[in-house]
Nanobody, 122 residues
Framework: QVPLVESGGGSVQAGGSLRLSCVVSGYTRGTYSIGWIRQAPGKEREPVANIDNFDKTTYADSVKGRFTISQDNARNTLFLQMNNLKPEDTATYYC????????????????WGQGTLVTVSS
């Protein structure tokens, strides 16, 4: 399993911003995309955003226009810029890799990190 280490979580007020980072130690053969998933208290994990090996990005409808996913040139670090945060964005955010791309990203996760907590207060 590929070590993925997230950072950047914290507590902000609604309307604020945070930038999450994920350091990637390497990719396994067959990994086609990397992205972010989240899990709110008492809820199922859900996809947030992902970027594939052609740099195509996919976002959940709930975060479109507010969140931006990106990578550094060496693809060693993944970022999630989160603007205009809402209380419903409160969750533990995980960096994850997948054997599928785009809207299928969440169906074939093959590695994820320990997560970083984001808390948005109203």
């Amino acid at each position: 399993q590929v070590p993925l280490v997230e950072s950047g979580g914290g507590s902000v007020q609604a309307g604020g911003s945070l930038r999450l980072s994920c350091v990637v130690s390497g990719y396994t053969r067959g990994t086609y995309s990397i992205g972010w998933i989240r899990q709110a208290p008492g809820k199922e994990r859900e996809p947030v955003a992902n970027i594939d090996n052609f740099d195509k990005t996919t976002y959940a409808d709930s975060v479109k226009g507010r969140f931006t996913i990106s990578q550094d040139n060496a693809r060693n670090t993944l970022f999630l810029q989160m603007n205009n945060l809402k209380p419903e964005d409160t969750a533990t955010y995980y960096c994850a890799t997948s054997r599928l791309r785009g809207i299928l990203f969440f169906q074939a996760l093959d590695a994820w990190g320990q997560g970083t907590l984001v808390t948005v207060s109203s």
